[in-house]
């Protein structure tokens, strides 16, 4: 009884320990949601000034956005898949909308005032993706 009861205690720990905190801070990404990811291609004498993009670049999206803004992320690139192979792009943004309409709407009134923001912090040219949001099962 004392054995079954220690395999449930043990199996129980590490079904637990292995999931990922929430933040209720933290708006949850939903299947569905439209997620706008700007690459920034990596490659010789390309910069990126991640701290200009964390401290201003993306706070004022956010600002512009405002409510019809979700969530937002950004990934600072470090390597690439493949060793000895320059890294693809120094870093990634996300933008998380909850509809099409609502991302269109955002971009198209605030586009132009954060495209002019780029030159302050890379020299790289932005590819943008606008993608719907696929959960795994």
Do not use: W
């Not at 054995?3 to 933040?23: D, E, H, Y």
């Not at 010789?44 to 401290?55: C, N, Q, V």
């Not at 912090?121 to 590819?127: A, F, I, L």
Request: glycine share 6%.
């Amino acid at each position: 009884m004392k054995t079954n009861i220690s395999i449930l205690l043990i199996a129980f720990c590490l079904l637990f320990s292995f999931r990922q905190p929430q933040s209720s801070d933290t708006p949850k990404i939903k299947k569905g949601m439209i997620k706008v990811a700007i690459f920034y291609p990596g490659g010789d004498g390309k910069t990126f000034d991640m701290d200009y993009y964390t401290t201003k670049h993306m706070p004022m999206a956010a600002r512009l956005f405002g409510e019809s803004l979700k969530a937002m992320a950004i990934d600072k690139g470090l390597a690439s898949g493949t060793p000895d192979t320059p890294l693809p792009y120094l870093a990634i943004g996300y933008f998380y909308f909850e509809t099409l309409s609502a991302c269109q709407n955002s971009m198209k009134t605030h586009s132009a005032q954060l495209r002019a923001d780029v030159a302050n912090y890379t020299n790289t040219k932005p590819v943008v993706q606008i993608s719907e949001v696929q959960l795994a099962e």
